[in-house]
């Protein structure tokens, strides 16, 4: 039994031999010089002829755009899930049709747009990956981790500029930004509880335990507390003034230094992200690197990964392009009926965004981390969800801060409190489960689980009236400090 395995195993490596004498029969003189100059080889594991600047896992073997392979090969995807994930394409049109022919048919719209968002976001992440295939490792990681970011920072964008700010439009003052910071918090926990749980849990059905190194989990908890201090900081300011006795200011003088504090460390956290960037790409690229290669090697299913045809540069931007662009136009399609959802039926801010809308803009990462977990790649999956929590903390909210600064927008942190908590106990279970280095599928239920209570509490949470934490503006026509007024806390 063990000698025809052996047996087997000498014939593939013979085999494997004769392909490279065959491939590097046709390589020029100088080759290897070559080869070891650059660290690539000319040919990849598939015969194809390496082009300058593309990493060998990534080279497809063709140039341009050829659409049967753009098709099948986008249609495949990266894994089964994502490949499932693809049936919800005919969703696309559907939504853009009701969209036009019975625009006030507000709840089909929506569940239309949110459907549609799926594939599309999933594209965006099949896209990335091809693309990180491509290029140096460290880089490609964090390039696909930004991609996979790109639905949020749409959304982000289309509800900020969809916010009205006009106080006499008492109907619709600010109704959106309440949305936007339990969105901001709502991401970090789908990556942080339900992501990393799902991780941990498909991982640990096929071995008793994974591994994964300090380089990947220790920066990451550090970041992430430091980002849960750095958002937390604004509504604790807000809640401490509220209930001081001795301080006396009147309701837009304690609007405007909120926002003032908010767009500080809004620009504090900006600079870390880039920090942070600088720190894994250009100091300590080497670590990880290393860490990152080595995680390939455990890869259970790296033999098919590399057969597998590959997108060619043009096809991956073009695929990007399509991808964006759907994401866009269902941004703005859900944007437009969120406030009929929330008003007319009934779903309290919190979950809208806690809950719905962080599930539909990071599908697509998740769906790639569960299947790295799922290969036994433990490291590349918790580098996609802690990046992707640390970009949500320390790029895209502090972005949103910024770009309404820049709109003349009052979007601030000024968390409700109940959102607060929520995400600095889960920075907290998070950092618990990670500190060993291990996982198993008990952690990864224990994360899911704690995510379904916090569903469940955010869909019963009312929506909070104006003056409190987390809508710190003044409701309009309450007077402010025309009025001589002192605020008036509701406590």
Known sequence: MFGKRKEKSGAVTHASGQDLELANHHEPKGTEDHQRKHHHPTYNHNGHKVTKGIHPDGESGRKGVHPHHFLRISARSTSKLSMIVNILWPFVPAAIAVRYAHPDAHVWIFALSYI??????????????????????????LLETFLGGIVEIVLFMVLLRKNVDDPLDIDHYNKLIPVIRAAIL??????????????????????????????????????LMTAGFGLMIPAAFFTSLSGSTSVELTADELTKKVLT????????????????????????????????????????????????????????????????????????????????????????????????????????????????AWDNQMNFALAHVL??????????????????WGLGKAMDLNFEIFNAVILILAIVVAGNFLRDGKSNYLEGALCILIYIIIAVTS????????????TSEVSPGTGGTEGGEKLRFLR
């Open 116 to 141: 549609a968002m799926v594939p599309s976001a999933n594209l965006i992440g099949f896209a990335g990956q091809e693309l990180a295939r491509k290029l140096p490792k460290v880089f490609g990681v």
């Open 186 to 223: 709502g991401s970090i926990l789908a990556n942080l509880l339900l992501c990393m749980g799902f991780c941990f849990f498909a991982g640990g059905l096929r071995r008793d335990e994974q591994e994964f190194d300090g380089a990947i989990s220790e920066v990451g908890s550090g970041l």
């Open 387 to 404: 990046g992707a929590t640390i970009q949500t903390a320390l790029f895209n909210g502090p972005l949103v801060v910024i770009v309404g």
């Open 261 to 372: 504090v908010s767009r500080v460390a809004a620009t504090v956290l900006f600079f870390a992200f880039l920090l942070y960037v600088w720190f894994q790409m250009r100091t300590h690229h080497s670590i990880y690197d290393a860490v990152l290669e080595k995680d390939e090697e455990r890869d259970h299913d790296r033999h098919k990964d590399l057969k597998k045809d590959k997108l060619t540069l043009t096809e991956c931007i073009l695929a990007l392009v399509i991808a964006i662009t759907c994401v866009c136009l269902f941004a703005v399609y859900l944007v437009e009926e969120i406030e009929y959802i929330v008003e007319e039926q009934g779903v309290s801010d919190a979950f809208m965004g806690l809950i719905l809308v962080p599930l539909v803009e990071k599908a697509a990462e998740h769906l790639t981390a569960v299947d790295e």
């Open 459 to 470: 869909f019963y949470y009312p929506n909070p009236r104006p003056g409190t934490a987390g």
